[in-house]
């Protein structure tokens, strides 16, 4: 993150000066003031405006290039798309040899999500949430979640007894809990410490 202090006739042109300096545009920063200027009696007396001109942090740009820079170590060759929508960052990646980056289950993909947004936040004042896919993972693993979730639901009904899912990430287990909301005749609620918390599926009494 760059900041630069720049001087000017006015405030404004302090922050004018200081944005060709860093080559950013004025939503790209944050501006301190630190001392507004003074015109005097016939140039007598004046005094320059001084600004501090601070980059804002780029939530994709740190994204992009931790993600980039971990599947080079992996041996992945990937391109991604990341786009930030208010607090949430999306990324998609494609490429090369993308199993590595995946994982059995999507261990090694949720690990990667989850290293992504302490990276992102580590010194940023507002909270993103990162969510990183590989390909159309995502989508399938959704598909996947959701019939498990009416298996397990149909086992526990059968057996009159609770059902106990692997652990999962905290939006996976949204997953199984939004799928079965609306069956009145089951209920889901979660069990344990992350990173080991899972989804308990249980007849509703």
Do not use: C, W
Request: zero cysteines; a neutral charge.
């Amino acid at each position: 993150m760059r900041d630069i202090t720049a001087q000017g006739q006015t405030v404004e042109e302090a922050i004018q000066n200081g944005l060709k300096e860093l080559e950013l545009n004025r939503d790209q920063v944050e501006v301190e003031i630190m001392d507004e200027g003074k015109k005097g009696i016939f140039g007598i007396g004046s005094r320059l405006a001084m600004v501090k001109v601070i980059e804002k942090e780029n939530s994709v740009k740190i994204v992009t290039e931790y993600i980039l820079d971990v599947a080079k170590k992996m041996g992945a060759e990937i391109s991604l798309e990341a786009k930030e929508e208010g607090k949430d960052v999306y990324v998609q990646i494609s490429g090369e040899n993308l199993g590595v980056l995946i994982g059995k289950h999507g261990q090694t993909l949720n690990s990667l999500q989850y290293l992504t947004q302490l990276i992102a936040n580590k010194q940023s004042e507002q909270f993103r949430n990162i969510f990183v896919n590989v390909g159309d993972y995502r989508e399938r693993r959704y598909e996947t979640l959701s019939n498990l979730a009416e298996k397990m639901a149909g086992k526990a009904l059968k057996t009159k007894s609770a059902v106990h899912l692997e652990p999962m990430p905290s939006f996976e287990r949204k997953i199984i809990h939004a799928v079965l909301s609306e069956n009145e005749k089951i209920e889901t609620h979660s069990e344990g410490r992350d990173p080991y918390r899972y989804v308990v599926i249980k007849p509703a009494r």
